[in-house]
């Protein structure tokens, strides 16, 4: 059983709904995940988590959504180290915005290996031109990242 954190990023919902959909699948495996939707590196310390998932689209002109923009803040300011942590990025977006497609999950993930975390494999990029199931795509993700991650 892992506990794992799951900051979400949203303005529409999207990301909100999909990162449900994984924390749903990631309890009934029997973990312990708690999607955030202000994350703060306070709740980041707060406990042991086994491991992070950052679930965000971009918004603006490849920005992070302000319910999540003071946790990417607070990482850069506070500098939890991470140490081999395991993390793992979900990020959505639309390629018609091609020179910032998904660009928040980009720094996400930027963030996280500078903090010194693992990424045992890449972050997803889920575009909403390519498809109307963003949440399979996603589960389709986290049946890998779950099992390199929480082995
Ligand atoms: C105003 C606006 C700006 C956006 N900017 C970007 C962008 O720069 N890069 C990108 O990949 N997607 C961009 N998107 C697409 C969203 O990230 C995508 O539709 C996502 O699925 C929305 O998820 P959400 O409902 O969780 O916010 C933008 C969407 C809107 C409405």
Redesign the pocket.
């Known amino acids: 059983m892992a506990n794992i954190y799951l900051p979400v990023g949203?303005?529409?919902?999207?990301?909100?709904a999909v990162a449900n959909v994984l924390a749903e699948t990631l309890n009934a495996a029997g973990h312990n995940a708690l999607v955030d939707a202000n994350a703060s590196v306070a709740a980041l310390n707060a406990q042991s988590w086994d491991a992070v998932l950052v679930v965000t689209?971009?918004?603006?002109?490849?920005d992070i959504?302000a319910n999540l923009r003071p946790f990417y803040v607070q990482l850069d300011e506070q500098f939890p180290l991470q140490n081999g942590r395991p993390f793992g990025v979900v990020s959505?977006?639309?390629s018609s915005?091609d020179r910032?497609?998904?660009?928040a999950g980009a720094l996400l993930e930027e963030r996280f290996f500078e903090l010194q975390g693992k990424a045992p494999i890449p972050r997803v990029t889920i575009d909403?031109t390519e498809t109307s199931t963003p949440d399979d795509d996603a589960l389709f993700w986290l049946k890998e990242w779950m099992e390199v991650a929480l082995a």
């Not at 689209?57 to 490849?62: A, D, I, L, M, V």
């Open positions: 949203s303005v529409t919902g999207t990301a909100t689209s971009t918004t603006g002109q490849g959504p959505l977006g639309d915005y910032t497609f998904c660009n909403a």
